[in-house]
């Protein structure tokens, strides 16, 4: 008998109201008849690749962006529901959204969660308003913070908040600051990435420009430092180089990129991992549509990794986990010469200082973290 396939299940809704300052995703502003279309093109997706998946177990679900709650609860629901249709969705499985505060009114949340939404992710980025008018955000710190409270009165006991640091001005202190705020509204999990500057942006131009200057190279690290200290104050542990949380809250859909587990992809630009092949469908979401309504494939790249690359990129996610990454894990999956040439590989870099064996994981040690990248084109 064929084994169960599980699969996670990861659904892409590129609009927001506007572009952030700072935003190179594949978002961007859509009057509403454009939305609809996609929402349809979504669901013919959906249909598509239940004719080839359908039945396979999904342990998670992540609705992202763009911004997901620029569409009424009865769009997302409704999506919701024909994945519960096209796939055996696990009862305890953990179905989470992105949202912004300005679009995530009450009774958003309350259908959201009634719908069976049991995560919410509220894209907070900062708690001085100074800071989200830089960053182009189309909220305030007081908005987060109402959204937060609706998110708990709809009765969401998973609730997390990204936010970004090294801003262009910004200080230790007022990173911190931040931090404080975000940290009292108790949320079960926390992200925290520094600003990547990306080219194209008006931010970046900025910078270019001399307008406006980075955060230094050196308070990188404090910042970091005090993220770790005030959330570890807080009972957040973390995780994954960059995210933070309650023990048992850590995002299960986000484990499954870091651990190298399948997942498909819907949407426009919507990467998936399957059977050994990783596949993205059209960026353009005109193009995603057009597809899609003359019954055709999204799909616009997949390649078959090599058993070398392919542990090479296990090793990659799995060194972003502070548990690293299992070893019989890795030998089961691409045999055991392959990975005793890793640990050969990783000698030099553990008498470096920069990884470690803890148990049956090979694991960046606190000065080998930064230094993720590097780390890993060393091991190929
Ligand atoms: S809300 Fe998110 S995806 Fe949309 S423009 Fe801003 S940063 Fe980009």
Known sequence: MRAQRHLSVYVHLPFCARKCHYCDFNSRPAPPADRARYLDAL??????????????????????????????????VRLLRRLRDAFFVEPDAEVAT?????TADDAKLTALREAGFNRISLGAQSFDDAELTLLGRGHTARQTERAVAGARAAGFENLSLDLIYALPGQTVKGWRATLERALALQPE????????????????????????????????????????????????????????????????????????????????????????????????????????ERGGDARDYSERLDP????????????????????????????????????????????????????D????????????????VRLA
Request: net charge negative; hydrophobic share 40%.
């Open 98 to 102: 992105e949202a912004n505060p300005e």
């Open 189 to 292: 999990h926390l992200s925290a990435y520094g600003l990547e500057l990306a080219a194209g942006t008006p931010l970046a131009a900025r910078v270019e420009e001399g307008e406006i200057a980075p955060v230094p190279e050196g308070e990188h690290l404090g910042m970091r430092e005090v993220t770790g200290e005030l959330c570890s104050i807080a009972g957040l542990q973390r995780y994954e180089i960059s995210n933070y949380a309650r023990p048992g809250f850590e995002c299960r859909h986000n484990l499954t990129y870091w651990r190298n587990e399948p997942y498909l992809g819907l949407g426009a630009g919507a990467w998936s991992y399957l059977d050994g092949e990783r596949a993205m469908n059209l960026r353009d979401p005109d193009d995603y549509c057009a597809a899609l």
């Open 361 to 376: 994981h090979l694991r960046l040690t606190a000065t080998g973290e930064p230094l993720h990248s590097e780390v890993v």
């Open 308 to 359: 070398d690359d392919a542990l090479l990129e296990a090793v990659m996610m799995g060194l972003r986990m502070t548990a690293g990454v299992s070893l019989d894990g890795l030998r089961a999956r691409y045999g055991r010469e392959r990975v005793e040439g890793l640990l050969a590989r990783a000698e030099p870099l553990a008498e470096m200082g920069l990884v470690e064996i803890a148990g």
């Open 43 to 76: 669901h013919r997706e959906i249909d598509r690749r239940a004719e080839m998946l359908g039945g396979s177990h999904v342990p998670t679900i992540f609705f992202g962006g763009g911004t997901p709650t620029i569409y009424e609860a009865r769009e997302l």
